[in-house]
Nanobody, 120 residues
Framework: QVQLVESGGGLVQAGGSLRLSCAAS????????MAWYRQAPGKQRELVAA???????NYVDSVKGRFTISRNNTKNTVYLQMDSLKPEDTAVYYC??????????????WGQGTLVTVSS
């Protein structure tokens, strides 16, 4: 079993910054891709940023230059540094991790979500 614990959401004014964290624990052999998704009210969930095990990353166009994804493989943790936040960034942010378990099963695991609210 693998669990994800997210933290770092909250309320911030436009132009401010937040840092999200997502720590994976449990029966982990290795972690491949780690990603952050978000879902705003009335909208579909979208991929915000992803980072591969080798460090290659990609971002949705709307956050390029403002958000930075990173990971600490020793801690099985992924981060999302969000700067220059805009009201349209308001959403529930979900961590998503591709895990190889210690029994060599492949799992896609989702976090519980953390709310980010950006006020204008």
């Amino acid at each position: 079993q693998v669990q994800l614990v997210e933290s770092g959401g909250g309320l911030v004014q436009a132009g401010g910054s937040l840092r999200l964290s997502c720590a994976a624990s449990g029966s982990i052999f290795s972690i491949n891709a780690m990603a952050w998704y978000r879902q705003a009210p009335g909208k579909q969930r979208e991929l915000v940023a992803a980072i591969r095990s080798g460090g290659h990353n990609n971002y949705v166009d709307s956050v390029k230059g403002r958000f930075t994804i990173s990971r600490n493989n020793t801690k099985n943790t992924v981060y999302l540094q969000m700067d220059s936040l805009k009201p349209e960034d308001t959403a529930v942010y979900y961590c998503n991790v591709d895990v190889v378990t210690d029994t060599f099963n492949y799992l896609e695991v989702w976090g519980q979500g953390t709310l980010v609210t950006v006020s204008s």
